[in-house]
């Protein structure tokens, strides 16, 4: 597999009025060209801000990426200059945002804010560049692109706009697309269209991709690793079929079993508690006081990340061979 973006040990956190909050600390993990990576986890667990990190879209003040290297195709996304990690962001890394009711320009024609991007990014005129937008409209199965091209955000449905930002996002025939929580909003049936369409474009593309979602249904049908995170950090990681078949960190376990199912007739299971705030984290574990099986250990010291089978890591003490506490 030819690895394409290697993010290590990123750290990027926000200055608020009651501290300074970390909001991804210490995030390590690489994308492959066909593959898809799913980053998973509650709200506020870092997703977004991983991705937007990635993008360099952190705003600054109050945020600032304060450490890790992001490297694509040999170089430190982090060390380039403006202009040159603008010639990268929307051409060879593009980025569907979450919503796409309020990403969108609603004064200008779906078809303008499409051609800019080819326009700002390729050497073409603009007749090839509407020709291309059509193009990138009927790829992402809108019907009647021609007539769309002249139509505004507010003309489309949820599902339209969504189908909008993608063909927005691959005008440029990128190398990396992000996905952060590409179905929000939409209705199960929509969101089936937009999932199977993603895989197709992947397929027949090429690229790798990263999607960020909360549902671990969307993951399972997606993706082919999986990053779980809880308030900042890395908890678990591996291939998907391992992780659903062997779920190890008791947070996984945690979010699969509030999963529903037509099999199981009972009532769902929730984790207790809720996520600790960012300016007050918890020494040890950050999962201490939601976790089950918490012991002294995991109340003085965090636990790193070990790999405990094939490209599969977890940060947890529960299944150390050495590990003897009391609850």
């Known amino acids: ?21 970390t909001a991804v600390d210490g995030v390590s993990f690489d994308v492959y060209k066909g593959r898809t990576l799913g980053i998973v986890g509650e709200s506020g667990c870092g997703k977004s801000v991983t991705s937007l990190s990635i993008m360099r879209l952190i705003p600054d003040p109050p945020g600032e990426i304060s450490g890790g290297e992001i490297i694509y195709k040999g170089r430190d996304l982090l060390k380039l200059s403006i202009p040159e990690m ?3 962001r ?8 979450q919503e796409p009711m309020t990403s969108l320009n609603p004064v200008f024609t779906i078809g303008d804010q499409i051609r800019e991007a080819i326009l700002l990014h390729q ?4 007749a090839a560049a509407k020709a291309k937008t059509i193009e990138m409209l009927k790829l992402v199965g809108i019907p009647v692109p021609e007539k769309r091209f002249d139509e505004y955000p507010h003309q489309l449905s949820g599902g339209m706009r969504q189908r909008v930002m993608i063909a927005m996002a691959l005008s440029c025939n990128p190398q990396v697309l992000i996905a952060d929580e590409p179905t929000t909003a939409l209705d199960v049936t929509i ?8 895989k197709k474009i992947r397929e027949t593309l090429g690229m790798a991709m990263i999607l960020i979602t909360h549902d671990l249904g969307i993951i399972a049908e997606t993706a082919d690793e999986v990053l779980v995170m809880y308030a900042g950090k890395v908890v678990e990681k591996g291939p998907v079929k391992e992780i659903f078949a062997n779920p190890l960190h008791p947070y996984t376990r945690g979010l699969l079993n509030s999963l529903p199912s037509l099999e199981k ?9 809720i996520v600790p705030s960012l300016l007050d984290l918890p020494k040890g574990c950050r999962f201490q006081a939601r976790c089950p099986y918490a012991f002294e250990i995991c109340r003085g010291e965090e636990p790193a990340l070990r790999e405990v089978g094939p490209a599969h890591w977890i940060a947890c003490y529960k299944d150390l061979p050495r590990f003897e506490g009391k609850k």
């Not at 597999?1 to 909050?21: D, H």
């Not at 969101?191 to 993603?198: D, G, H, N, P, R």
């Open 90 to 97: 929307g051409n060879e890394i593009s980025m569907i945002f």
């Open 191 to 198: 969101q089936a269209q937009i999932l199977e369409l993603m």
């Open 265 to 273: 007739k009972k009532r769902l299971e929730t984790i207790a508690g």
């Open 123 to 126: 050497k073409t005129s603009r």
């Open 1 to 21: 597999m030819e690895k394409i973006l290697e993010v290590k040990n990123l750290r990027t956190r926000f200055r608020a009025e009651g501290g300074i909050a």
């Open 86 to 88: 603008r010639a990268i």
